[in-house]
């Protein structure tokens, strides 16, 4: 089955940048689109950025348009999110989600997989 393994989450301070991975292992054929959520303490998951890899189209939270990209790199089976000018608000355990198709990209309940996730710590 689909494992996906996130890394690149740290400590930075506001107005920071960093790059997290998701690196996608078994059979990735079987889901068409990818996505980032992310979770703060007491808060409940939410939708950051979602890519379909079959055309590239990607999709937003207005709270992170014009400072988040996703992207992916099919020849390393790896999903990223650039994040720049980084807010104290950013701060949560990032996870990286996968399904065959969604509707809604940020209903979390569409996708099939997940990671264990990478925190990430604004101050």
């Known amino acids: 089955h689909v494992q996906l393994v996130e890394s690149g989450g740290d400590l930075v301070h506001s107005g920071g940048s960093l790059r997290l991975s998701c690196v996608e292992s078994g059979p990735v054929y079987e889901h068409n689109y990818m996505a980032w959520f992310r979770q703060a303490p007491g808060k409940e998951r939410e939708g950051v950025a979602a890519?379909?890899?079959?055309?590239?189209?990607?999709y937003y939270a207005d709270s992170v348009k014009g400072r988040f990209t996703i992207s992916q790199d099919n020849a390393k089976n790896t999903l990223y999110l650039q994040m720049n000018s980084l807010k104290p608000e950013d701060t949560a355990m990032y996870y990286c989600?996968?399904?065959?198709?969604?509707?809604?990209?940020?209903?979390?309940?569409?996708?099939?997989?997940w990671g264990q996730g990478t925190q990430v710590t604004v101050s």
């Open positions: 890519i379909y890899t079959g055309g590239g189209s990607t």
């Open positions: 989600a996968a399904a065959p198709f969604v509707r809604d990209w940020w209903h979390l309940n569409e996708y099939n997989y």
